[in-house]
């Protein structure tokens, strides 16, 4: 199937049907219950979901494959950002361009900082690559204003040109591909439940489909050995004879183009850019995505993505008011308790649990949320192979003639 391997074409079905179907897994719960404060499918938090997971795969291909730990990709997350609300402002609010300049444009500035970064390898290659990340946060939060709009950032004004506007059937207000608006919505009810179809998140998703199965492909090709040559041992691969240099800083400009896909995206969904994109915080964000869910494996950014971002969105909205709701059937005494408890590990201390987890997954599970679900179901088949053990042995014995 599309030139993948049983078991890689039945990942990318999973995928596929998670995608679809996720304003209803993501929302288990009916409106109204008291467990409804967990419930993720809502338009926005369904973009960043699928969004994020493009940024993180991206970042698995260099991370996973080669080793390289860059702290700086969320420099071309916020160049992809930028170039895509240029073209939203220049040309038109179609967000076709603005992906595509997205892409080429943070493809071009990967180029540039993988050339240099490469140049050292280890820790020494991290720190530049944050060293790059936070020149570039610094020119677009005070020094380049009139290109990023510094503190305020920027957003589409109604009085902007945009030349290919009536070319591409766009509207000057809202972005959209060919008139179909990002933020257009149908709601299913049904009992006590609301699904929300989102034509952006949907729009995302597609891409973000893409996105992994050329991800699979790379993985699984030539190119994808080699990566994983330099990996294993970069020196010895370089006493054959093979210049490994091309191929990693392929890798580089690849991921940085999966990064700037990513910031494109984000613009296509909420077309305003901030410098903020840019800051270290959201270079370590994807780190701890791409090990959470498992760096080197195909799901595992994507699982990582999604388990932050539902953390920051939802897990950080338990306040204390629905703390009290929820132990409001305990005596006072014990409510207490309980709340003062649990309430340093939600709202704003999800990070402290978020920090809890990753330390529990780095050294429980080194190879993140992946290796979690393997364990799971090996225990899973060893038990249905002692239980079909077992059945064998009780037939042997039913056969058994009587001794005489």
Aim: glycine share 12%.
């Amino acid at each position: 199937m599309f030139g993948l391997t049983k078991k890689d074409a039945t990942l990318l079905v999973i995928v596929a049907i998670l995608a679809i179907f996720a304003p209803f897994i993501l929302n288990p719960f009916p409106e109204g219950s008291a467990m409804a404060q967990f419930n993720a499918g809502y338009p926005d938090l369904m973009q960043r979901l699928v969004i994020f997971g493009i940024f993180a795969i991206g970042f698995n291909i260099l991370f996973g494959l080669t080793g390289y730990l860059s702290f700086g990709h969320a420099a071309f997350l916020g160049v992809g950002s930028y170039a895509a609300i240029w073209m939203m402002k220049l040309l038109t609010m179609n967000v076709i361009p603005a992906i595509i300049i997205s892409v080429a444009v943070a493809g071009l500035f990967s180029l540039l900082v993988g050339w240099i970064s490469l140049r050292r390898s280890g820790i020494y290659f991290s720190i530049l690559t944050l060293a790059f990340a936070q020149m570039s946060y610094s020119l677009a939060y005070s020094v380049l204003t009139p290109i990023t709009g510094g503190e305020t950032g920027l957003q589409p004004k109604v009085d902007d040109p945009r030349v290919l506007d009536a070319l591409l059937g766009g509207d000057s207000r809202r972005a959209n591909l060919f008139g179909l608006e990002m933020g257009s919505t149908y709601e299913l009810a049904v009992g006590g439940w609301i699904f929300t179809f989102n034509a952006g998140y949907y729009i995302a998703a597609i891409v973000m489909l893409a996105a992994f199965y050329l991800s699979i492909r790379i993985f699984r090709s030539p190119f994808g050995m080699m990566l994983r040559a330099v990996k294993s041992n970069q020196q010895r691969l370089n006493y054959t004879g093979l210049n490994s240099k091309p191929y990693t800083l392929a890798a580089f400009v690849i991921s940085g183009m999966y990064a700037g896909l990513a910031g494109g995206l984000l613009v296509a969904m909420d077309t305003q850019v901030g410098a903020e994109r840019m800051f270290w915080t959201a270079s370590g964000e994807v780190v701890l995505m791409t090990i959470l869910g498992g760096a080197g494996t195909l799901i595992g950014p994507v699982l990582g993505a999604g388990f932050i971002k539902y953390m920051e969105n939802i897990v950080s909205k338990i306040n204390k008011t629905v703390l009290e709701q929820w132990f409001a059937f305990m005596p006072d005494g014990m409510e207490d308790f309980f709340i003062t408890i649990i309430y340093p590990f939600v709202g704003k201390g999800w990070h402290l649990t978020l920090g809890l987890m990753f330390m529990m997954v780095v050294i429980f599970l080194p190879g993140g949320l992946v290796e979690g679900g393997q364990k799971i179901g090996r225990i899973f088949r060893r038990k249905d192979r002692n239980s079909s053990d077992a059945e064998l042995d009780a037939a042997k014995q039913r056969n058994t003639p009587p001794a005489e």
